[in-house]
């Protein structure tokens, strides 16, 4: 199906949602009116009603007015369903703008509604501390991860962070991934009602982890066997000691026995009870902790399923990927369940009032009826919900990768090998940050008859790093299945391994320089223990001598020649492009030029064959004002 521009496509809907809600806003006024005209109406005949005698001595017929205030009656009961109806559509079409609102605000570069994801820098559970996280920008403001970050919930928020941190290892699932995300993507509906089921919900994972603990209690039930039969023969007394006594009381029987013996009943209830209040008090803040958690899980459940089970009468599009099918599935299962598990922790919350916990409580037993209810859910299920949080954080993963492919519809689908030939290819390259109109497309070949190993040279600010980080970034996009930002993309299945951003560190009292020698030990192991990887190096050894630095760059790249690798790595020193030299066959220079013309610096941005040449750095201080123009003459006239 195709689409209109993202931009487009997102105005569109915003506009349709706006009138819609300009008529549901009518529609609840004139129903609020009628409402309000029908509850009068019927206050009107009851009060008639109750001088019936008056009215029908005056000429008003009786049965008049009875059925007056019946037919007001059923018209107040109708307007009111039909104003809450109406109300909850509004809801929903407000949640659909707001989402909608908000991609478009994303697509013009407000994104800064958009959790970012800058805490999995740092965080051990992830992939990322010897990994390229930082370097590529996979994560912080303005980061991939908050460009594609449309997730609804905790777990797959975090889901979407490992994916994007963790390439697949094989072609048979990235070729499923892309499948799914293709899917997806033209499912615009689906995405749009999955986003909005997060409404104005902070993510919490330990509201999360708070439901796992749950799950995990010992049941209270299990370890006294004896307490499923005292919690139903102790009520069953009581209630019919409070009914003999109610009897006695409706036919004045005197000094009876039976309204002591429920008082005593009911004392005896209560301290049977005290001797589980830690238990339900602990398992009360639990539950009330994951009540709203559940609220939006049952609600995301509820749309995966509709899509699938439901497509047919409603018209939408079923889905055909196996493994989506199978989502399918299991949001049937868990929307069922979990519903059962809301309703009992509603039950729950019944006797939460202090009348409540004493009338219920002290008679039946209330709050140990429902842990047992809870308890038994907890047996049914228990096993299954582990798969249930996991189609979850897939499938909340997957819509906001499919969302990112339909918001750069310009972008291709990359071709993935598994072969023994290890390539890296790609023609009008860019970096996907940069705007369609400004970025310059380059193209690279890395392999055995190119130069497996390309040493790009270039003045400051000419583009190196950010070219570096176009190929790691689109390298990551191909592996975790999702299309690349270039005209042509080819890859091999392989890990990415960068060295561009190490910084030193007051905590672990590890300098800069250790730090970057740490990140190179690491991918030199990777590679020596056989895993085949992109290596991308930018700027190595900053923290040495300049004679220390290219004898340290030029043992680092002889050592990535003999290895199982692909390598690209941007350099100052123009006298690493002797290797190309040494190592014809292995070795590739490329390099990005800057000029200087009538006192203006330019760059072009073009990727070019062989060593470069020009240099810009005084030129720069020179012009801001940090060196005088003549002090530097002076200076290079006396060097020479």
């Known amino acids: 199906m195709q689409f209109p521009s993202p931009n487009d496509f997102y105005t569109a809907k915003i506009l349709r949602y706006h009138a819609d809600l300009k008529r549901l806003t009518k529609q609840i006024a004139r129903i609020s009116l009628a409402r309000l005209v029908s509850f009068i109406a019927m206050a009107g005949f009851g009060i008639y009603s109750l001088y019936g005698d008056y009215y029908a001595a005056n000429g008003v017929p009786h049965i008049g007015l009875n059925i007056g205030l019946l037919i007001s009656s059923a018209a107040f009961i109708l307007l009111v369903t039909i104003h809450a109806r109406l109300f909850g559509a509004k809801e929903r079409i407000e949640s659909l703008h707001r989402v909608n609102d908000e991609e478009l605000r994303a697509l013009q570069g407000d994104r800064a509604h958009i959790p970012h994801g800058g805490e999995f820098l740092s965080d051990t559970s992830l992939p990322t501390s010897q990994a390229y996280s930082l370097d590529l920008d996979i994560f912080g403001h303005a980061s991939l991860f908050q460009r594609m970050n449309r997730t609804g919930t905790a777990l797959g928020y975090k889901r979407l962070a490992e994916w994007l941190t963790t390439p ?69 007394i009581t209630l019919i000691c ?30 049977f009870f005290a001797l589980f209040l830690r238990r339900i008090t602990t398992e009360a803040a639990l539950l009330k902790r994951v009540a709203g958690l559940l609220g939006v899980y049952v609600r995301l459940f509820r749309i995966l399923r509709e899509h699938g089970v439901s497509a047919s009468s409603s018209g939408a599009v079923p889905f055909h990927e196996p493994e989506l099918a199978s989502m399918v599935a299991v949001s049937d299962r868990a929307w069922k369940s979990i519903r059962e598990l809301a309703s009992a922790m509603n039950y729950f919350e019944m006797g939460q009032s202090m009348v409540g916990a004493v009338l219920l409580n002290g008679t039946v037993f209330w709050h140990l009826h429902c842990v047992r209810i809870l308890e038994q859910w907890r047996n049914r299920h228990g096993q299954e919900v582990e798969e249930w949080f996991d189609v979850l954080a897939r499938m909340d993963a997957l819509c906001s990768m499919a969302g990112f492919v339909f918001n750069n519809p310009t972008y291709i689908q990359p071709l993935v090998h598994e072969s023994d030939d290890f390539v890296f290819r790609a023609s009008g390259l860019a970096h996907p ?24 040279t270039g003045a400051n600010m000419a583009g190196k790093s950010t070219f570096l980080r176009a190929i790691g970034i689109n390298a990551v996009l191909a592996l975790v299945g999702l299309p690349v930002c270039a005209s042509s993309f080819e890859v091999s299945v392989c890990e990415v391994l960068t060295s561009m ?23 030199v192991e990777r590679l020596r223990n056989g895993h085949r990887a992109l290596v991308i190096l930018d700027e190595i050894l900053r923290g040495t001598n300049s004679a220390d630095k290219k004898s340290g760059t030029v043992g680092l790249l002889q050592q990535l020649i003999s290895l199982p690798t692909l390598a690209v790595i941007a350099t100052h020193d123009t006298e690493i492009g002797a290797l190309e030299t040494e190592y014809p066959a292995l070795v590739r220079n490329y390099c990005f030029e800057g000029e200087i013309q009538q006192g203006e610096l330019s760059f072009d941005y073009t990727l070019r064959r062989g060593v470069a040449h020009n240099k810009n750095a005084t030129f720069l201080m020179q012009q801001m004002g940090i060196v005088r123009e003549e002090l530097s003459a002076n200076f290079s006239s006396r060097k020479a």
């Open 168 to 236: 697949l290892t094989r072609k048979e699932e990235i070729d499923a991934r892309q499948r799914m995300i293709q899917e997806l993507s033209a499912a615009t509906s689906f995405r749009e009602e999955w986003q909005s089921a997060k409404r104005e919900r902070n993510m919490s994972l330990g509201e999360h982890e708070g439901l796992r603990v749950w799950l995990q209690k010992e049941n209270l039930f299990s370890t006294h066997l004896a307490l499923s039969a005292v919690i139903w023969i102790l009520p069953v």
């Open 242 to 271: 409070a009914g003999v006594a109610f009897w006695n009381v409706f036919n004045d029987v005197e000094n009876s026995p039976w309204t002591k013996l429920v008082w005593g009943c009911m004392i005896v209830q209560f301290l």
């Open 433 to 456: 940050f940069l705007d369609g109109g400004e970025a310059v497309r380059n193209t690279i070949t890395l392999d055995k008859t190119m130069g497996a190993l390309v040493v790009i």
């Open 501 to 523: 951003r190490a910084s030193d560190s007051l905590e672990k009292q590890e300098s800069y320089f250790y730090a970057e020698l740490k990140r190179l030990q690491f991918i």
